[in-house]
């Protein structure tokens, strides 16, 4: 045991300087890291070999066995057929690994490329390590098999934990899943379907068969929909696929949607995401085994040394974390942190395929989200510039002003004499013009008459108003109504300014005209403003003349009733005088 | 004894055969009982399309085996063949191995990955019908 724990000090250092951050690169580094570290490969070895806990006492026996590759690699071939493999020299549990497990091959390649990954690891001793985590995944139910190999190491322990270490979904992992999964789907109690799922897995690039294959083993309800167990298996057995572990032909106990992890914690998201993703691909032979050995190694000799080890441990094992659940997942979280920047290239490697479908979301989110917010459609201006026919574009209004001012403006006289205060109507031309008209005519056939004028008239406005504006090059171009316009056009550039708040300063049309045109002087001097406001005002402005202009009708109205009452007393009354008179 | 599974434009999606051996004969019982299922489901699906029995029980007695045949609501149809001297087997039997198919070929149809069309490669319904036919057989 003393070995074994000063095996794992060393190996544990190592895996901690090494290994990068438990992102799925991070797994088969810290194989590597491992083998490098430690002197021993076998160190590494035994520890893949099967028994996390086992193999980390084993690396200070190993090492020695190190020095003598061919012994370590007896005992593990004796120790079981997948164990011999990774005890096996670095090289040799290469060879060995590739034999017993073809799926293994992917794995040893991925594995080579994390070694490539870690600097100074040996590839090998990942690649051991990982066929080797892998068979002792495998060799999970053979618990004698990897004892009799272990026993010269301490992988005996290990095997039996290391078993369930790369079917093992540690907290960090858990953590990255979950973030996973609420990328895809908010709500932590709901399906993901099937379709959102396979695009998602298809991203981890997985051939198209493995992929059916983890599906059928994760979706154990059969609907077609993963739920989020469900979903957690199938990425833990994808970062394990990519990690070089051969898929299981059935789900693993610990991986089926029941399982709960002892004294799992809940890692912080950020640190656990790219642990968990370096984790799951390389680490998950390598992190149970060493997690194992790290565990057993934490727990006594937790300060320092076991604090890189079980940071990397705890991290790929939950296992261990019943064992020492407080501790490891804080030891693992604060490694996998610094890990992280160790590794982030591998992190990227692996995570990109993972973070894709997270990225992707997001900024599918984010794009949505910024979808429904630009639309800030402004209100329809043509609406409200034409709400009213007299309601023309300043720009159509000056440029009718020239034609229609004169006609506009003799019926602008007309009817600017005979209207009343302009009802508040702010310099619009459209409500001026609609005051123009009402005052004059108080008939509709009038109002139908003047519209056309109304419209010049507007025109004509806004002609004398932005002449007024513009220097009142139009005066001339309005004789009549000149005086008018100019008293307007005085208060047009009055009105202008407070076209919205002078509707009863234009008492007459000319007001109201000038303060239309006005309006429309500052409308058209004020267009570099938001169209939208203008078009606004001008929608306000028009409802205001219609308002004021139904009201002076209203009133006229009222008057000639008096009159014609007045008239029939009148009337009844000589009537009643001439009666008499009849009747004698 | 034979199953294949064929897909409604009939063509084989997982055929599996055991013994091995000989299989090209349970090749051709399984490709000519098909224009038996054609009729028997073309003329059954006129009127009561979907009151059509699935199990469409034993589609033609041969001097060695039997076939029987089974139709989804897909048209995928499901073919066994048995020796005739396994005598053991009965209806029931056969009904229930028809049952065990069908929730396996769903099962498989549940998995997004799989295209429907595509061979089957499941290696969980290999399992299951694996047992099933050493059941059988």
């Known amino acids: 045991m003393a070995a074994a724990q000063a095996g794992l000090p060393v190996r544990l250092e190592s895996v901690a300087g090494e290994l990068p951050l438990p992102v799925f690169v991070g797994i088969t580094n810290e194989l590597e890291m491992r083998y490098p570290n430690h002197p021993s490969t076998n160190e590494s070895q035994p520890h893949i070999l099967g028994s996390l806990t086992g193999s980390a006492p084993h690396p200070p026996a190993d090492r020695p066995v190190l020095r003598h590759p061919d012994t370590s690699m007896d005992k593990q071939e004796a120790w079981s057929p997948p164990r011999s493999p990774g005890i096996s020299p670095p090289c040799s549990p290469s060879a060995y690994r590739s034999y017993p497990y073809g799926a293994q091959r992917n794995g040893t390649d991925t594995l080579l490329a994390y070694d490539g990954k870690v600097p100074g690891r040996p590839s090998v001793p990942q690649e051991n390590s990982s066929p080797s985590h892998y068979s002792l995944k495998l060799q999970s139910e053979q618990p004698v098999i990897t004892r009799g190999a272990s026993v010269e190491r301490l992988v005996e322990r290990a095997e039996i934990d290391y078993s369930d270490e790369p079917w093992r979904i540690t907290e960090e992992q858990r953590e990255y899943y979950t973030n996973q999964f609420r990328s895809l789907q908010p709500d932590l109690n709901a399906l993901i379907m099937g379709t959102v799922a396979k695009n998602f897995f298809t991203k981890s690039k997985l051939p198209i068969p493995e992929l059916s294959h983890i599906w059928e083993l994760s979706d154990v309800d059969k609907d077609g929909a993963l739920t989020f167990p469900e979903f957690c298996t199938a990425f833990h057995l994808i970062v394990a696929r990519k990690n070089g572990y051969p898929l299981p032909e059935t789900l693993p106990a610990t991986l089926r949607p029941g399982f709960v992890e002892p004294g799992v914690v809940t890692v912080p998201p950020s640190e656990a995401t790219e642990p968990l993703i370096v984790f799951d691909d390389n680490m998950m032979p390598g992190a149970n085994q060493l997690e194992m050995g790290s565990v057993d190694l934490q727990m006594t000799s937790r300060p320092g040394v076991t604090a890189k080890q079980d940071r990397r441990e705890e991290s790929r094992k939950p296992e261990f974390s019943p064992k020492r659940i407080p501790d490891p997942h804080e030891k693992p979280i604060q490694r996998v942190s610094t890990l992280k920047p160790d590794s982030p290239q591998e992190l990227d490697a692996n995570m990109k395929s993972r973070t894709r479908p997270r990225s992707y979301s997001s900024t599918s989110m984010d794009d949505a989200m910024k979808k429904v917010e630009e639309p800030p459609t402004p209100p329809p201006r043509p609406q409200k510039t034409h709400s009213r026919a007299s309601s023309l574009d300043l720009n159509k209004l000056f440029q009718q002003s020239g034609q229609g001012s004169r006609p506009s403006q003799h019926s602008l006289s007309a009817k600017s004499g005979w209207l009343p205060p302009p009802p508040a109507l702010p310099p619009r031309p459209p409500a001026t013009q609609i005051f123009s008209f009402l005052p004059s005519s108080e008939k509709s056939s009038q109002k139908a008459v003047q519209q056309p004028n109304f419209a010049d008239f507007s025109k004509f406005r806004e002609e004398q108003e932005s002449s007024v504006r513009g220097g009142l090059s139009t005066e001339d171009l309005v004789p009549p109504k000149s005086d008018s316009t100019l008293r307007h056009q005085g208060h047009a550039p009055q009105k202008p300014v407070r076209r919205k708040l002078h509707p009863e300063s234009q008492s007459a049309t000319p007001p109201s005209a000038t303060p239309y045109s006005a309006a429309t002087l500052t409308k058209s001097t004020q267009r570099p403003p938001p169209k939208q406001k203008r078009e606004i005002q001008m929608a306000i402005r028009k409802n205001r003349e219609t308002n004021a202009v139904l009201t002076r009708l209203n009133s006229e109205l009222q008057q000639q009733l008096k009159v014609v009452h007045r008239e029939r007393v009148t009337l009844e009354s000589q009537l009643e005088l001439l009666r008499p008179v009849a009747s004698t | ?137």
């Open chain 2, 1 to 137: 004894a034979e199953i294949c599974i064929t897909s409604m434009d009939n063509y084989p999606l997982y055929i599996r055969s055991i013994p091995t051996q000989g299989e090209l004969k349970f090749h051709y019982t399984v490709h000519t009982s098909l224009d038996v299922v054609e009729e028997k489901i073309s003329g059954v699906g006129k009127a009561l399309a979907d009151q059509r029995e699935l199990y469409l029980g034993l589609l033609y007695p041969t001097e060695d085996y039997k076939v029987y045949g089974y139709v989804t609501n897909s048209k995928v149809k499901f073919v066994i063949v048995v020796d005739s001297s396994n005598t053991s087997l009965r209806d029931n039997e056969i009904r229930s191995m028809f049952r065990k198919l069908h929730n396996s070929f769903t099962d498989v149809m549940c998995n997004p990955f799989y295209n429907p069309g595509d061979p089957i490669q499941s290696k969980a319904f290999d399992s299951i019908v694996s047992t099933m036919m050493v059941q059988a057989c």
